[in-house]
C-alpha cells in the first residue's frame, strides 16, 4: 500500500515510518525537516498550507497523521493550538479528497487533561479505559481532542474508516533514563499517571491500525504494560488518588491505561518494558 506518514522525522514517526517500510509498503514522509536516516521517500514541507498538503497527499492508500507542536510547553498556547489544528485539519481533509481508505491518527492521552490541565482533576476511575470521560483543558489536549473529532466528522461524511492511538509519553531505550529519570520519583509524576509507551510498541500499533477490519473510528488508549515507576502501583495510587475508585485489582508495576480495549480491536500487546533497556 502507498502511506503517507506526516511528522515522520520525529521520535515517533520514524518509528512508524520504518515499521511500514519493514512490513512492505510504499511510504511517503512529510516533515519540516529531513530525517537523519530512513528507508522511505521524504518532502519538507509545511502542512499548515492546504494547498501544499492536498498536493502531497494524494492518491494514496492510507494516511498516518502524527505531525504537530507535541506540547504546550516553550511555545505560546495560541500558537501550539492554531498549528496543530490547521495541521489536523488540512491532512484529514486532503485523505478524504484523495479516497484514501484508512486515517491513523496520533492522538494523545492528553484528551483526559494530562499532564498539562492547569486544573489537575483525578481519574474517574482507574485503570483508564476507553471509556473514560474526556478532561482537555490546555491547548495541546484539546487540539488533540479536536483533532479526534475532526477525523470523526469526516469518518460521518463517509470519506474513509479510522483509529485514533491515545498514547503516552513515547520513550527508546536511549531517551528514558535522560528523559524520565529526573521526574519519576516527584510528585508530579502522578500527572504523567506515570505511564509511558516504547516508540517500537507505538510503530507496532500504528501497523495494527492499519490492518484493522472494523469500519467507523475506532478511538483507543496505549500503553507500556507497567507504569515507568520504581515503586508499586498500588501504593502510587492510593497516595495520588485515593478516591478514585479501582475497576479491578491493580498489582506489581501494573499500567493505570488498560490496554484490553486496543487488545480486542486492534490485537495490540506491548512487547517492551524499560526494565528491559540497557539489558
Known sequence: ??????????????????????????????DTVAPAEGAWAHVSADLTDL??????????????????????LGKAPAEVFKTNMAIAYNVIEAAALSRAKRFIYASSFSVLGYP???????????????????????????????????VEAAVRRGAFSAVSLRMPWI?????????????RNLAEAARDLWSYLDARDAADAFVKALAWQGEGHLRTFLSAADTYSQ??????????????PLKRPLSSHDTVIDNTHALETLGFAPRHSWRAYGK
Open 171 to 183: 520513550q527508546t531505550p536511549e531517551s528514558f533514563f535522560d528523559s524520565v529519570g529526573p521526574r
Open 231 to 244: 515503586e508499586e502501583t498500588e501504593a502510587l495510587v492510593k497516595r495520588a488518588f485515593p478516591a478514585s
Open 116 to 150: 498539562f490541565a492547569e486544573n489537575f482533576v483525578d481519574p474517574a476511575y482507574l485503570p483508564i479505559d476507553h471509556n473514560h470521560p474526556i478532561g482537555a483543558q490546555d491547548a495541546y489536549g484539546l487540539s488533540k481532542w479536536l483533532g479526534e473529532e475532526i
Open 51 to 72: 494547498g501544499l498538503t492536498l498536493q502531497l497527499v494524494r492518491d494514496c492508500d492510507a494516511i498516518a497523521h502524527i505531525a504537530a507542536i507535541p506540547r504546550p
Open 1 to 30: 500500500m502507498k502511506i503517507v506518514i506526516t511528522g515522520s522525522s520525529g521520535l515517533l514517526g520514524r518509528h512508524v515510518a520504518s515499521a511500514f517500510v519493514a512490513a512492505g509498503h510504499d511510504v511517503l514522509g512529510i
